[in-house]
C-alpha cells in the first residue's frame, strides 16, 4: 500500500532535523557567500601589472613610447630600469620581476627594416598564464609597428569578444560557480543522510516500520531540492549585484537545468549514503568525486584543453554538462533545446544513480 | 497448529565470520504471552530478535513469525511487530510529540486516529508534561517510556523489547512491567530480553540463552524444579573463609556469596550434599550452618551458563 503521508512524513522530519542543524544550516548560507567572494574578488585569470624591469638601451624619444605604451596596456607594471639584459635575468630568477623588456640600442633602425623584432620581451613562463598575458604584449607591439609605418592609426586586427568585452573572469567564473557550490553542498548532504541515521541507530527503528526505499529515498531528497534553488537564487543575486554578471537566457531555464542537476547531485549523494559505513567515509567519498568535477567539468581549465581520456572521465561528471548549459543559458542566451544533449545526460545520470540508490539500500542491517 | 504460537524457528543459525553468534535456535511461543530471553552479554539476545523481524538474514534455518517466513515475508510483517531496539533509536533532536507523529504516520495511522492514539499514550505513559522536550534530553526512564509507546503506537500483536529496563530504576521498572502484563491480556506476545532475574521470574516462559545456544527453556517453575544441580546455602560470619574451604571440593561448580549468606550449587551424583559441605567446613574450623534448599531462577541461571542445567539428566 502506497501512502503520501509516510513521505511527507519523511520530508517533514527532516526539515525539522535540517532546522536545529545550525552547522549544515550555516553550510548553506556560507557556501556560497564564501565562494563567490573567493572566486569573484581574489581569483582574477584575467593577469595585469606584472613585475617589469627594463633595459633601454636606445634612450630615444620612441623607445620612451613603447615604454609608456606597454604601461599603459596594464599588463605591465615597470618598477625599475636595470643595465643590461644579464642583470634582468638575474633579477628575474631572483623573483623580483616576471616580465624584461630589453630595448637594444639599435632599436629604432631594426623599427625600419621590419624583418627583426625590434624589442626583447623576456617573460617568466613558468607561470602560463603569465606567459598568456605577455603574449598579449608581443600583439600591441604589433600595432604600434603597424602605426609608425601607415601613419593612420589603423590596427592590424581586431579582437573582437563579444561576450565577456571588459574580459572580466567573474562573468565567465559565476555560472560555472553555481554548479561548483551545488556539487559540494548538495551531494554532501544527502551523502550523510542515511548514513547518519545508521550511526545514530535510527536506521535499526526505521527499516522495522513500513516506510518504503522509494519513500525514503525522494523524501530525503526534497528538502534539499529546495535548499539547492535557495542558493542558486542566493548565487545569481550576489553575482548581480557584486559582479555585474548577466543572465542573457531565460530566468527560467537557468531554474529548470539546475533542478536537474540539483536532483543528479542528490541521487548521487543517496548512492554514497548506501555505500559508506560511516559519516566520515561518506565525506571523503563526496571529496574523491568533487575534486574531478572541479578541475574536469571545464570549469577552470577549458575542456578543449585536456587529453582524450580526461575528456572522457569528465562526460561522466554531472558538473561537466552543467557548466556547459549554464553557460550557454546565462552567457550566450541559449535555450533548453539548444542545449538538449546535456540535459539528456543529466537525466540519464540522475535515473541511473536513483535507481542504484533504491536498489542497493536494503531494509536489513547486514 | 502453527496458529497456537506467535513465533516457530527450527534450526535458526546466524554467524559473523568465524563466530556463531545464534546457534541452532528451536523455538516455540504462544501467543498471547511473555517470553524471556535471559542471557550474558553477548550470547545472541539482540541477534535472534533482529532475525526474527526480518533485520537479518539467518545463514541457516527457518522462522515462522505470525504466520510469515522471515526474512522473504518480513515487509507484511513491519505493520504487525513492535520492536522497541535496546539501544535508543527514536530521534534525539526531534521533541516527544514529534517523535510520536513521525511514528503514526510512518505507520499510516488514519488521520481521525492519530491524534486520539497519541493523546492517550502521551497520557498512559506520563508523557504529557514532557511533549515539548527534545527526546535527546530526557532522562534514561523517560526515554525508555517513549521507545514503549512508540513501539505500541500501531497496535502491534507482537511486540520485541531487547533490554528495555536497562538504565530504569526499580519502581520504574515495576511499572513498565505493569503495562507489559496490561499488553498481554490485550492479547499481545511479548518478547523481552533481560539480564535481571526477577525481570525473568516475570515471564510466562523463557530460554536461557548462553554463547548462541538455548540451554534450558520452559516456565520459570520447570527450570527451577528441573535444575540438574543441589543447591546448599551457608550462613558463616567468615563467609570469605567458609568459601576458600567449599570452592575447591569436587564437585561444587559455584559458590556465591550474597553478605554473610554462600550458595553453592554441587553436582547431582554428590549423595548427601549437606553433610559433605558441613564437613568441609567443619574441617577447616569454621563456624558455619548449612542446610539444602530449592533452586531459584538465578541458580539454574548459573547452572545453565555452565552447561550443567541438562548435563546430567537429558
Ligand atoms: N554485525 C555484527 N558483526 C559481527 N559480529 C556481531 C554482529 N552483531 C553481533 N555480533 C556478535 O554476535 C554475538 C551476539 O551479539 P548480540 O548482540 O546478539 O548479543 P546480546 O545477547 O544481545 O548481548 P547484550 O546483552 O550485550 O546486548 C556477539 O559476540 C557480537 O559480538
Ligand atoms: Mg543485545
Redesign the interface.
Known amino acids: ?1 502506497s ?1 503520501i ?2 513521505l ?3 520530508v ?2 527532516e526539515v ?2 535540517l532546522a ?2 545550525r552547522l549544515t544550516f550555516g553550510m548553506i548560507v556560507g557556501i556560497p557567500m564564501l565562494q563567490i567572494m573567493l572566486f569573484g574578488f581574489a581569483i582574477n585569470t584575467d593577469v595585469r601589472h606584472l613585475d617589469t624591469a627594463v633595459v633601454d638601451q636606445a634612450g630615444s624619444q620612441l623607445s620612451a613610447t613603447l615604454i609608456a605604451d606597454a604601461e599603459a596596456s596594464q599588463v605591465v607594471h615597470v618598477v625599475r630600469t636595470a643595465r643590461d639584459s644579464t642583470e634582468l635575468q638575474e633579477r628575474m630568477r631572483r623573483g623580483e620581476i616576471a616580465v624584461g623588456i630589453v630595448i637594444p640600442a639599435d632599436f629604432e633602425r631594426r623599427l625600419q627594416q621590419n624583418d627583426r623584432s625590434a624589442a626583447q620581451l623576456i617573460v617568466d613562463g613558468a607561470d602560463p598564464l603569465i606567459l598568456g598575458a605577455a603574449q598579449k604584449l608581443t600583439q600591441m607591439e604589433l600595432q604600434q609597428d603597424s602605426t609608425l609605418q601607415q601613419g593612420d592609426g589603423a590596427p592590424l586586427f581586431e579582437l573582437y569578444n563579444p561576450y565577456n568585452p571588459e574580459r572580466r573572469s567573474a562573468v565567465y567564473i559565476v555560472p560555472g560557480l553555481i554548479g561548483v557550490i551545488l556539487t559540494m553542498t548538495m551531494v554532501l548532504f544527502t551523502a550523510v543522510a542515511i548514513v547518519r541515521e545508521r550511526e ?12 518504503r526505499n522509494i519513500e525514503l529515498m525522494v523524501g530525503k531528497i526534497i528538502p534539499y531540492i529546495i535548499i539547492g534553488l535557495l542558493q542558486v537564487s542566493l548565487i545569481l543575486l550576489l553575482g548581480r549585484f557584486l559582479f555585474q554578471v548577466p543572465i542573457v537566457g531565460a530566468i527560467g531555464d537557468v531554474y529548470l537545468a539546475t533542478l536537474l542537476f540539483i536532483a543528479a547531485n542528490l541521487t548521487l549523494g543517496l548512492v554514497i549514503s548506501t555505500l559508506a559505513a560511516s559519516q566520515f567515509q561518506a565525506m571523503q567519498m563526496t571529496f574523491f568525486f568533487f575534486l574531478p568535477s572541479i578541475l574536469l567539468s571545464g570549469f577552470m581549465f577549458p575542456f578543449d584543453g585536456m587529453p582524450q581520456a580526461a575528456q572522457y572521465i569528465a562526460e561522466v561528471l554531472p558538473l561537466t554538462h552543467f557548466v556547459r548549459i549554464i553557460r550557454g543559458i546565462m552567457l550566450r542566451g541559449a535555450d533548453l533545446l539548444e542545449l538538449l544533449g546535456d540535459i539528456q545526460a543529466l537525466a540519464l545520470f540522475t535515473t541511473l544513480t536513483l535507481t542504484i540508490a533504491v536498489l542497493r539500500f536494503h ?4 | 497448529m502453527s496458529d497456537d504460537f506467535a513465533i516457530v524457528t527450527e534450526g535458526l543459525t546466524r554467524r559473523f565470520g568465524q563466530l556463531t553468534a545464534v546457534n541452532r535456535v528451536a523455538l516455540r511461543i504462544p501467543r498471547g504471552r511473555i517470553y524471556g530471553f535471559l542471557g550474558p552479554n553477548g550470547s545472541g539476545k539482540s541477534t535472534t530478535i533482529r532475525m526474527l523481524c526480518g533485520l537479518l538474514t539467518p545463514s541457516e534455518g527457518e522462522a515462522v513469525v505470525l504466520g510469515l517466513k522471515v526474512p522473504g515475508e518480513a515487509e507484511a510483517l513491519k505493520r504487525k511487530i513492535g520492536y522497541m531496539t535496546q539501544r535508543f533509536s527514536l530521534y534525539e533532536d526531534l521533541t516527544v510529540l514529534e517523535n510520536l507523529q513521525f511514528i503514526a504516520e510512518i505507520f499510516c495511522l488514519p488521520r481521525a486516529r492519530r491524534r486520539g492514539r497519541i493523546e492517550e499514550l502521551m497520557e498512559g505513559f506520563h508523557l504529557t508534561e514532557l511533549r515539548r522536550q527534545w527526546a535527546g534530553t530526557l532522562s534514561g526512564g523517560q526515554k525508555q517510556r517513549l521507545a514503549l509507546a512508540a513501539a505500541i503506537l500501531h497496535e502491534p500483536q507482537l511486540l520485541f523489547l531487547d533490554e528495555p529496563t536497562s538504565a530504569v530504576d526499580p519502581q520504574s521498572r515495576r511499572d513498565f512491567w505493569e503495562r507489559l502484563f496490561e499488553l498481554a491480556d490485550n492479547g499481545t506476545t511479548l518478547l523481552v530480553s533481560t539480564h535481571y532475574m526477577d525481570e525473568a521470574e516475570r515471564c510466562h516462559g523463557l530460554a536461557i540463552l548462553d554463547r548462541g545456544v538455548v540451554v534450558a527453556d520452559g516456565t520459570p517453575a520447570t527450570l527451577e524444579a528441573g535444575i540438574n544441580a543441589w543447591v546448599v546455602e551457608v550462613e558463616s560470619e567468615r563467609a570469605r573463609v567458609a568459601r576458600n574451604a567449599i570452592a575447591p571440593l569436587p564437585g561444587v561448580f559455584s559458590v556465591t556469596q550474597l553478605g554473610a549468606r554462600l550458595r553453592v550449587l554441587l553436582e547431582r551424583e554428590i549423595d548427601e550434599p549437606q553433610g559433605y559441605i558441613q564437613a568441609a567446613l567443619d574441617q577447616a574450623h569454621t563456624p558455619a550452618t548449612s542446610r539444602l534448599t530449592s533452586a531459584g531462577l538465578e541458580d539454574v541461571f548459573v547452572a545453565a551458563t555452565q552447561g550443567r542445567y541438562r548435563g546430567g539428566s537429558a
Open positions: 500500500m501512502c503521508t509516510r511527507l512524513a519523511v517533514r522530519k525539522r532535523q536545529r542543524d545514530r541507530g535510527n536506521l535499526e527503528l526505521l527499516i522495522n516500520t513500513p516506510v531494509k536489513r542491517l547486514d
